[in-house]
């Protein structure tokens, strides 16, 4: 019999019952909670008389909605935001389940607050009704993002019902490159195997180059697991992961601590076990990279031009003729070639502490270009805190960049925070679709570093030509 | 939720490869707090103007697949969030079906909660269905969830296949939460031995 998968060994400890036809009720440890995709099924709940079953391991926090701007405790304007962000407080107050409103410093982007809280732990099943949910697989936990109906599920039972995935492995080997980065990694990946790549497989990320990434560099790798069509994105923990985890508010203490300690050490994919789908990329190869079209897999290195729709075959064809016309790109074009009117930094793929160091790196004594718009919000209220202590806001401010409030801002622009129509935007969050970031917005995705080198020369720029 | 048993309409070819979550339904209609009236913003920004007037290239806007039932689309269908809007507003509309070659697994699962069956086929399969839809309102193919077949306007036969668990739930319309609640007895179990276990979770 071959040996375990992570993947293996965290469903094998999370089955509560499995069917003959091996359909499963996988436990669930953690569930998270944002306004957007919760109201119906606390609704549905309430209507055929259930109780959330969990409530002590449920957290919900608002961050799809909320504004962005320093004025924030004027209230939200839309009517419509109001009133979700609302019935999630209601919900949450009525329910006992844990719970950071707006105003408390704790409140960010949902994958932000899970790990920085010590909720997300190594071998645990997370679940949220948000793809980016794969954001917690940095930690060695199977998470994955689930529908209304699921979320609703979860509430009533503590359980999901589940088939298993197959295993694939990515491995990057060697070191990365001075200016190349963990979103750099992930985008290459997605650019080798598609947005349809993943699909029916839980990934694990291997190999040096993601051991030496820090906790923070992981969280963006597994993030974008759900671009590449993956159920979810795993990275086996470290010691890496436990200082990291050590001392969070809900993470075990003492003696807890010490067999919690054990049994995730036990927590890696045999040498013998049995991979699906096998993908190896040498770090030394990947460039910093930005995408020019529409969907997550349009990656090309910076130093690359603008590709033309006879570059590809099948149905690839036409949807990238639509992309270029979307994005308003001629074939030939360098990318470093194109400016831009916007930069957005933060998201739960890049508003972490270390994206923000990396930003105010290349933004020291700099100024942002004549007429582009740089906003930077900060993944959470704590990391917004630190980010002030170390003297990072005061960088950004003095570049004259937009220095804001938590929250998923221009991510997907629920908020007031949003691309008007034609403008172009380099962006450290994780879709280029049409529309994400404002009605015929235009995204192009790259890395923290990447995004404020453009920022500094209104283009699209190679960051190592900058240092 | 509402049975799924033979389902014969008309349906609509949309070959765009990656259609995603946001053109399914943007997120400027993900503020709601119902389930219902999404249809009518389903596919928005790629069916209306910036005004609100239709757009007559748009494929349902067009006269014949107006009151389409079924859709044949490009691969990797339904990829991006998990918003269970997308197949509320293509139910709303009066979606029951997706035929693709690939759907992106959160989608795929929301379907089913939803009395929405996609179904996954080869290429040359749903090359022939999406030039049997591209016929028009005369040409109705029919979804057999029993039988597991559909059949297209002019008779041709094409098998498929879905999981036994979740055809059992469509064709009779289940709960999935009444469902688990009879295995109740097993989460109790599980949960006894993971405290013991894993005390720290």
């Known amino acids: 019999m071959s040996g375990k998968t992570l993947y293996d060994k965290i469903w094998d400890a999370h089955v509560a019952h499995e069917a003959e036809d091996g359909t499963c009720l996988l436990y669930i440890d953690r569930h998270l909670v944002h306004e957007v995709t919760s109201p119906q099924a606390f609704e549905g709940l309430r209507m055929a008389g259930r109780k959330v079953h969990a409530p002590d391991k449920t957290i919900a926090v608002p961050d799809h909605n909320v504004p962005t701007t320093l004025d924030r405790e004027k209230g939200i304007e839309n009517e419509e935001s109001r009133i979700q962000v609302e019935a999630l407080d209601s919900n949450a107050r009525e329910t006992g389940i844990h719970y950071y409103p707006v105003n408390d410093v704790r409140q960010g982007i949902v994958h932000i607050v899970g790990p920085e809280q010590g909720w997300t732990l190594p071998g645990m099943t997370v679940v949220c009704g948000d793809s980016h949910t794969a954001t917690h697989g940095a930690f060695g936990a199977l998470a994955h993002g689930i529908g209304t109906s699921e979320v609703e599920h979860v509430l009533a039972t503590q359980t999901l019902i589940q088939q298993k995935s197959k295993n694939m492995k990515v491995e990057i080997t060697g070191k990365l490159n001075p200016g190349v980065t963990a979103k750099d990694i992930t985008l290459a990946v997605i650019g080798k195997t598609g947005t349809a790549g993943g699909t029916g497989y839980v990934i694990e990320y291997c190999g040096e180059a993601i051991r030496s990434l820090s906790m923070e560099g992981r969280m963006t790798v597994c993030n974008m697991a759900i671009e590449g069509g993956a159920r979810a994105g795993l990275i086996a923990p470290d010691e890496t992961t436990f200082a990291y985890v050590k001392g969070r508010p809900h993470a075990p203490k003492g003696a807890q601590w010490e067999a919690a300690l054990a049994w995730w050490k036990t927590l890696y994919s045999d040498d013998d076990a049995h991979w699906d789908k096998v993908i190896t990329i040498a770090a030394e190869e990947i460039e910093p990279v930005v995408t020019w079209g529409t969907s997550p897999e349009d990656v090309l290195p910076i130093s690359a031009k603008v590709p033309a729709p006879e570059d590809f075959t099948g149905g690839k064809v036409e949807a990238a003729k639509r992309a270029l016309d979307y994005m308003g790109l001629k074939p030939g074009t360098p990318l470093n070639e194109i400016k831009v009117d916007a930069v957005f930094i933060g998201s739960c793929t890049n508003g972490r502490i270390e994206d923000l160091r990396e930003v105010a790196k290349i933004l020291k004594g700099k100024k942002v270009a004549e007429g582009v718009r740089v906003m930077i919000v900060p993944g959470s209220g704590l990391v917004r805190e630190q980010a002030e202590q170390e003297g990072l806001a005061e960088i950004f401010e003095q570049a004259g960049a937009e220095w804001r409030l938590a929250g998923c801002s221009m991510c997907l622009a629920m908020n007031p925070d949003q691309l008007a129509p034609g403008e172009r935007c380099a962006s450290t969050s994780n879709r280029n679709f049409e529309g994400r970031q404002g009605y015929k917005g235009r995204t192009h995705l790259m890395s923290p570093a990447m995004a404020a080198a453009a920022a500094v020369t209104g283009h699209l720029t190679d960051v190592r030509e900058l240092a | ?201």
């Open chain 2, 1 to 201: 939720m509402e049975k799924f048993e033979k389902l014969t309409g008309i349906a609509a070819p949309m070959p765009l490869v990656n259609i995603d979550t946001d053109m399914i339904i943007p997120k400027v209609f993900l503020k709601t707090i119902k389930r219902s009236g999404l249809g009518v913003n389903l596919f928005d920004e790629m069916r209306y103007d910036r005004e609100g007037n239709e757009i007559p290239d748009f494929v349902l806007n067009k006269p014949q697949y107006r009151a389409a039932e079924i859709l044949v689309a490009g691969d990797n269908f339904g990829c991006g969030s998990s918003r269970e809007h997308a197949p509320w507003a293509l139910r709303d509309f009066g979606i029951k079906a997706v035929i693709s070659t690939s759907f992106a697994d959160i989608f795929f699962n929301n379907c089913f909660k939803n009395g929405i069956l996609p179904i996954v086929l080869p290429q040359e399969q749903v090359d022939l269905l999406m030039a049997d839809a591209e016929k028009g309102a005369n040409a109705r193919m029919t979804v057999d969830l029993e039988n597991q077949c559909i059949t297209t306007s002019d008779g041709i036969e094409i098998p498929f296949n879905v999981d036994p668990f979740r055809k059992h739930c469509l064709m009779n319309g289940l709960d999935d939460i009444g469902l688990t609640f009879e295995k109740k007895a097993a989460i109790d179990a599980f949960e006894q031995k993971a405290a013991q276990e894993r005390p720290w979770v």
